[in-house]
């Protein structure tokens, strides 16, 4: 690859998760303090984009990959998203904000995938490449995140400013990127999309207790990201968003140290140390404060890259492990649809339903609330641990003509 080309998707990267990293883990604080919304109004705002993670694979594979360059696609999307962002600043009804970042999110979703396409299509080796240009997304996110803490924007609807100014930045130079024409002979059809061919590896014992794990585990990463921020500045943190971004940080050290852990704890020990992260980060938000049990704050939030890295990336390369070459994409399709819009979207309504049940005189309990995903976690390890085996052999294999059952 060109030394300008690699420049080129690591500034998109850049751009891409800066877009995103200014408004997403602030909005629930936004809508709270600005807008007067409940618990559940914030889960629904949250769901939204769960709702656009079901919708933008089928646009993508179905619609932006077989009839335009995907760059060209990046870029329109990128400028719509900064005009909804435009009469999104300017609402401060709580219910047509919900239609708003719905539709915001409809923009936004598909460019998720569309990043990942134009990058890979420029590589001769993407395990090799992939992962320095990947990079610069996280780094974008905790640049953004630091400036959102140190100016105390996390509340304010500057975080949606920001977004729409960066957005309109990457849909112009997304015009600029390298040409990433369309593939109609190879267009992804409905079924790729949907996972409907991997429907065959639900046969393992082993991968449906794991897909349903990853789906009900979801529900309490939705936890996190719609409450940590307001409950860390109801505790009297200060600096809350430079104090998340820590979180990215470990992300980034954890995911180098998946090979070595993967040697010697092989997969499903890697897996079960992700959900016992999960239930002490849970913990550590319920019992932590703002003053001399501030530490536990710092670990749970540290805690997030063993948390995702040990259960989402370790189950991502479980899967393609298990699916083999001929079904690896459909399996793929089918947990990223059951993980990020089933089970992140019933997480994001529940945390707005448990916040608002949790809520007196307009004070919330939080050690209450945070013990309702912690609870979660701890069902979905038991279910783990005496259920799943980390056999080494793939799915049973079934021939061509044999029905997918749905």
Same mark, same amino acid.
């Given at each position: 690859? /060109? ?5 080129? +998707? ?18 629930? /604080?936004?809508?709270?303090?600005? +807008? ?28 932006? #990959?077989?009839? $335009?360059? =995907?760059? /060209? ?80 924007? %996390? ?7 920001? !977004? ?26 409905? =079924?790729?999309?949907?996972?409907? #061919? ?24 939705? $936890? ?20 998340? !971004? ?42 932590? #404060? ?6 536990? $704050? ?20 479980? *899967? #393609?492990? /298990? ?10 399709? +089918?947990? *990223? ?10 997480? !994001?309504?529940?945390? %707005?339903? *448990? ?37 080494? *052999? ?13």
């Amino acid at each position: 690859m /060109k030394t300008s080309v690699r420049i080129q +998707l690591m500034v998109m990267m850049f751009l891409q998760f800066f877009v995103w990293g200014a408004w997403y883990g602030q909005m629930s /604080k936004y809508m709270f303090t600005q +807008l007067g919304a409940t618990g559940v109004q914030v889960g629904n705002a949250y769901a939204a984009f769960s709702i656009a993670m079901l919708i933008a694979p089928f646009f993508v594979g179905m619609i932006a #990959d077989r009839y $335009f360059a =995907a760059q /060209k696609v990046l870029g329109i999307l990128n400028l719509a998203g900064a005009a909804v962002l435009y009469f999104l600043i300017q609402t401060r009804d709580v219910d047509t904000f919900f239609w708003m970042i719905l539709t915001y999110c409809l923009t936004f979703a598909p460019t998720l995938a569309l990043i990942s396409s134009i990058a890979m299509q420029q590589m001769k080796s993407s395990e090799k490449e992939f992962p320095a240009i990947r990079v610069m997304g996280t780094v974008a996110w905790i640049i953004v995140s630091n400036i959102v803490g140190y100016y105390a924007l %996390g509340d304010k609807v500057a975080i949606f400013e920001i !977004s729409m100014y960066s957005a309109a930045v990457l849909g112009i130079f997304s015009f600029f990127l390298p040409n990433t024409p369309p593939n109609p002979s190879e267009g992804t059809t409905f =079924a790729d999309i949907a996972g409907l #061919d991997a429907f065959r590896l639900f046969k393992d014992r082993s991968f449906t207790i794991f897909f349903i794990s990853s789906v009900l585990i979801c529900i309490p990463l939705s $936890f996190y990201y719609a409450m940590a921020n307001p409950s860390l500045t109801d505790s009297g943190m200060a600096n809350v968003e430079n104090k998340m !971004s820590l979180g990215q940080a470990s992300e980034v050290i954890f995911m180098l140290l998946i090979p070595l852990a993967y040697t010697r704890l092989g997969v499903k020990w890697m897996l079960v140390v992700g959900l016992f992260a999960w239930i002490a980060r849970f913990i550590f938000f319920g019992y932590g #404060d703002g003053g001399s049990g501030e530490w536990m $704050f710092y670990l749970a939030i540290i805690l997030h890259g063993v948390c995702y890295d040990f259960f989402f990336v370790t189950g991502q390369i479980y *899967t #393609d492990n /298990k699916a083999g070459e001929k079904i690896k994409s459909s399996a793929q399709g +089918l947990i *990223t649809l059951a993980t990020y819009g089933i089970g992140m979207g019933i997480g !994001s309504w529940l945390s %707005g339903v *448990t916040a608002d049940y949790y809520t007196r005189d307009g004070i919330k309990d939080w050690t209450a609330i945070w013990m309702v995903p912690a609870a979660i976690a701890v069902v979905v390890l038991l279910l783990f641990i005496l259920f799943f085996k980390d056999n080494k *052999t793939q799915a049973p294999s079934v021939k061509e003509s044999e029905p997918v059952m749905v």
